[in-house]
């Protein structure tokens, strides 16, 4: 054993005592292998040593090491991932769209929901995003949430997989939009705006005559971007005139378009969003809805460690569900409150 300065500590070197936070909570465990991350966590908690694994044991820990990366599986929710994500580019590719393969589709999707549990939608990333995939990637993330939102908000069994499919394919009509404007590397002009919101009547075109799918499925595609107040496009429908799909799709796509990193932009912090689906999006998605998704994706336990927009870490000591997105952090003894502290935000949900 060896007792090292966390200025002196490097990634790979194993911790072999847990690392407790001055209020008492574990840190790290023992055993961890530490990273450049785990690193810049110890110094923001004002850790000043930790006990790792002495250099006489380095070759078998070296040799540990290779041994459990050579056995190492892929989690099997990625691997699914991945597969849904070569069948949608093969979809949206062969698409000129007429009759997609929709058993396929769902067979895949039923594959990959089968390991749902897996997926954080506030700190999920996939694996090697690519900008040109953000299509791709963007309908599945859409098409898992708003599968979560919908069961937890409590609707019948029978919807939560056409739910699902709504969530892929809402966003094929792309497959018929110019790829020039699709991956258009800065703003958009006005008529490419124009060209690029015919995407969902095209989506609705592909999809109207497909009998392997219902309704809701159809008419998500159409009405994603329709808003309560009737001021979304393509057709300015409000209210109950919307499908309860399509305004489930509304919030998941908007929180999605906004975390991810796109050709123009890169995306913001994940409750910056919520926070702004929480003051903005008032007459424009369902409230009620929007209340159960920001409910549910903020249900953290307390010592969950946090970012903040200032790059302090700190652990999250108290959660007030009137204010969902701005829990209590404490940083090394210093209690933020983020309901007072307007001008902070929790920038990323670290994982350890």
């Known amino acids: 054993m060896a007792t090292v300065s966390v200025s002196q500590l490097k990634p790979g070197e194993k911790m072999i005592e847990n690392v407790l936070t001055k209020r008492g909570s574990i840190l790290f465990y023992k055993g961890k292998i530490v990273t450049d991350k785990d690193i810049e966590i110890l110094k923001a908690f004002l850790i000043p040593s930790v006990s790792i694994e002495s250099k006489a044991s380095e070759q078998e820990t070296v040799k ?3 041994a459990e990366e050579a056995v190492s599986v892929v989690p099997p929710f990625i691997t699914e991932y991945n597969k849904m994500l070569v069948l949608l580019k093969k979809v949206y590719t062969s698409v000129s769209g007429q009759n997609p393969p929709i ?6 999707l039923e594959a990959l ?4 549990d897996y997926y954080r939608i506030l700190t999920f990333t996939p694996r090697m995003f690519q900008l040109q995939d953000y299509i791709y990637h963007n309908s599945i993330m859409v098409s898992l949430t708003s599968y979560n939102l919908a069961k937890w908000h409590g609707l019948p069994g029978k919807d939560l997989m056409p739910i699902a499919l709504a969530g892929l394919l809402h966003d094929i009509g792309n497959a018929k939009v110019d790829s020039s404007i699709l991956f258009k590397p800065n703003k958009l002009t006005s008529e490419e705006i124009e060209d690029m919101k015919k995407h969902t009547i095209i989506g609705y075109n592909l999809l109207k005559n497909v009998t392997a799918i219902n309704e809701g499925v159809k008419l998500a595609a159409l009405q994603h971007h329709e808003r309560e107040d009737g001021s979304g496009y393509p057709i300015g429908v409000k209210g109950d005139q919307i499908h309860l799909y399509s305004k489930i799709i509304a919030i998941t796509d908007i929180f999605h378009a906004m975390t991810s990193d796109r ?3 890169k995306g913001s912090s994940p409750y910056l969003v919520l926070d702004q689906l929480f003051n903005e999006s008032f007459g424009k998605l369902d409230p009620a809805l929007v209340q159960t998704f920001i409910q549910k994706v903020t249900q953290f336990h307390n010592g969950v ?3 903040l927009n200032d790059n302090r870490i700190g652990e999250i000591v108290f959660s007030d569900r009137t204010h969902p997105t701005r829990p209590w952090v404490n940083i090394n003894g210093q209690i933020i409150n983020l309901t007072m502290e307007r001008s902070l935000y929790i920038q990323d949900v ?3």
Do not use: G, M, N, W
């Open 305 to 307: 460690l946090v970012k």
């Open 113 to 116: 929901i089968q390991h749902i």
């Open 64 to 66: 540990e090491a290779a």
């Open 103 to 108: 058993l396929e589709i769902r067979t895949q």
């Open 350 to 352: 670290i994982e350890k």
């Open 263 to 265: 050709y123009h932009k």
